[in-house]
């Protein structure tokens, strides 16, 4: 079985500065897929950045960009310029493949950012 | 806006009774999933369907059932209800079965409170 950790309850940071939220995972499987989800206090989840296991480069999405160190079995996100509409719930996920006929996103506990001015 | 539809948004009921969750994924997704988010317990993958066929199963009590239907769009039922119920459903979509890769698309949820 996989799983996602995310140690990081809580983080705080200031307008403009970046942030980093931590993320790790342990899967036995050769290709795999990370991802990042948003989560604003209005319950939504909204899809951030995608990174598969055999991208050579870190993906981006503007102010996303995701750090991912597959020898360490991390994948971090980055963001960068922080704004007061970044304060939200962050959670890491990765594909699972269940049972050989279906997957779905099992999810970490998820890093609740707030950001001050 | 996902493009994923869940109705209702907000339901209210009582211990023991049953409540049915909607879901519409968006045009041309094959897939659906339902996700069960309470403070405790976090984000929980319940059910994956794929085309109308059940597909992969996670942490779903059994009290709780779901089905798509040939429109593709999902029903969770869930029933005898407990306080430990109460949470926010998700229902998510995505094009593909299986992979890697592939976001799902969330909907906004429905929040169930279990009195």
């Known amino acids: 079985a996989q799983k996602i950790t995310q140690t990081q309850p809580g983080m705080f940071v200031q307008e403009k500065e970046a942030v980093t939220l931590d993320c790790t995972y342990d899967t036995s499987d050769q290709s795999y897929g990370l991802f990042w989800y948003k989560q604003p206090s209005s319950g939504e989840m909204i899809f951030l950045i995608y990174q598969g296991s055999y991208d050579e480069q870190n993906a981006t999405e503007g102010r996303y960009s995701l750090n991912f160190q597959k020898a360490r079995k991390s994948a971090n996100l980055v963001i960068s310029a922080s704004q007061l509409g970044d304060s939200a719930m962050y959670f890491c996920?990765?594909?699972?493949?269940?049972?050989?006929?279906?997957?779905?996103?099992?999810f970490g506990k998820g890093t609740t950012l707030s950001v001050s001015s | 806006d996902s493009g994923v539809t869940q109705t209702p948004k907000h339901l209210i009921t009582a211990t023991g009774q049953r409540v049915t969750l909607r879901c519409s994924p968006r045009s041309g997704d094959l897939s659906v999933y339902w996700y069960q988010q309470s403070l405790d317990q976090g984000l929980q993958f319940l059910i994956q369907y794929y085309n109308g066929e059940e597909r992969a199963k996670g942490n779903i009590l059994e009290r709780f059932s779901a089905q798509q239907f040939p429109d593709l769009h999902s029903e969770l039922n869930l029933s005898s209800l407990e306080l430990g119920d109460s949470a926010l459903y998700f229902c998510?979509?995505?094009?593909?079965?299986?992979?890697?890769?592939?976001?799902?698309?969330f909907g906004e949820g429905s929040r169930l409170t279990v009195l």
């Open positions: 996920a990765m594909r699972e493949l269940l049972n050989q006929a279906g997957t779905a996103l099992i």
């Open positions: 998510a979509s995505s094009f593909r079965l299986a992979g890697p890769e592939g976001e799902l698309f």
